[in-house]
C-alpha cells in the first residue's frame, strides 16, 4: 500500500513529450508556417494522430525540424501556453502526499500542482544531481523530457528519448533506486507506452515493491 512520505506518481508516456492532440495538431500546423512540412505532411500528421499514432507524429515531427530546434522549442511554448495552470486530476493528486513525480510532460501543470517539488526538478541530462538523489529519503521532480525552461535538456519523440536513455545510466540507475524504494503509481498512460518508457530500466529481479498503473 502507498505510505506516507514513500508516495511517487509516474505520468505521461514514451518521450512523445505528453502533448494532447490539440497541442500536436498546433504544431504540424507551425511546421507548416516555418516550412519544413508541405500542406501534404501536415494532412498525413494530422490523420495519423487521429488514428492514435502520436509516437511516430512526434518522432516525424522532431526530424522536420532537425538543425532548426529553436523553431520546435518555440512551437511546443505556444502550443502548451494556453493550457489550465492545473487539471481537476492534479488537484486531486494534492491529498495524496505525493514527495516525488516522474514525467514526460512539458507544460507547466506539474510545477501548480506540487509547488514544493520544483527546486528539486532534475532531467535526464543531470548525472551528478542524479547520483546524489536517494530516492528513498529525498524529494524531486524528474522529467524524463526535459524542461522549457532548459531547451537544450527538451527530449520530442520517442527517437529522441529513447537515444538519451541509452547515453544516461545515472538516470537509469535512480530510477532502478526509485523503483527498489518506492511505490509508483502510473497514471495517464497505456501499458504499451509504460513499457516503452521504461524500456531502458532492467531490474537485476523481481521489484520488492508493488506498483500501480491507473488504465
Same mark, same amino acid.
Given at each position: 500500500p502507498l505510505r506516507?512520505?514513500?508516495?511517487?506518481?509516474?505520468? #505521461? +508516456?514514451? *518521450?512523445?513529450?505528453?502533448l494532447e492532440k490539440a497541442a500536436f495538431q498546433l504544431l504540424a500546423y507551425w511546421a507548416l508556417e516555418q516550412d519544413v512540412a508541405t500542406? /501534404? =505532411?501536415?494532412? /498525413?500528421?494530422?490523420? +495519423?494522430? !487521429?488514428? *492514435?499514432r502520436s509516437a511516430s507524429v512526434a518522432d516525424q515531427i522532431a526530424s522536420a525540424f532537425a538543425g532548426r530546434e529553436q523553431a520546435l522549442y518555440a512551437g511546443l511554448r505556444n502550443s502548451l501556453q494556453s493550457k489550465k495552470s492545473s487539471s481537476a486530476a492534479h488537484e486531486a493528486l494534492k491529498g495524496l502526499g505525493?514527495? *516525488? =513525480?516522474?514525467?514526460?510532460?512539458?507544460d507547466k501543470n506539474i510545477d501548480s500542482a506540487f509547488p514544493g517539488l520544483v527546486a528539486s526538478s532534475y532531467t535526464v541530462f543531470d548525472a551528478a544531481a542524479l547520483d546524489a538523489v536517494d530516492p528513498a529519503r529525498d524529494s524531486f521532480l524528474l522529467r524524463l523530457c526535459g524542461s522549457l525552461d532548459r531547451p537544450d535538456t527538451i527530449l520530442f519523440g520517442p527517437a529522441q528519448y529513447a537515444s538519451a536513455m541509452a547515453r544516461s545510466p545515472s &538516470? =537509469?540507475?535512480?530510477?532502478?533506486?526509485?523503483?527498489? #524504494?518506492? &511505490?509508483?503509481?502510473?497514471? *495517464?498512460?497505456?501499458?504499451?507506452?509504460?513499457? !516503452?518508457?521504461?524500456? /531502458? =530500466?532492467v531490474l537485476d529481479g523481481p521489484p520488492a515493491r508493488r506498483h500501480y498503473a491507473l488504465i
Open positions: 506516507a512520505g514513500r508516495r511517487l506518481r509516474a505520468r #505521461s +508516456a514514451g *518521450g512523445s513529450a505528453a500542406p /501534404a =505532411v501536415r494532412t /498525413a500528421w494530422v490523420n +495519423a494522430l !487521429d488514428r *492514435g505525493i514527495t *516525488g =513525480v516522474i514525467t514526460t510532460s512539458l &538516470c =537509469v540507475a535512480f530510477l532502478k533506486r526509485t523503483f527498489a #524504494s518506492r &511505490c509508483l503509481l502510473f497514471i *495517464g498512460m497505456s501499458l504499451e507506452t509504460l513499457e !516503452d518508457s521504461l524500456r /531502458a =530500466v
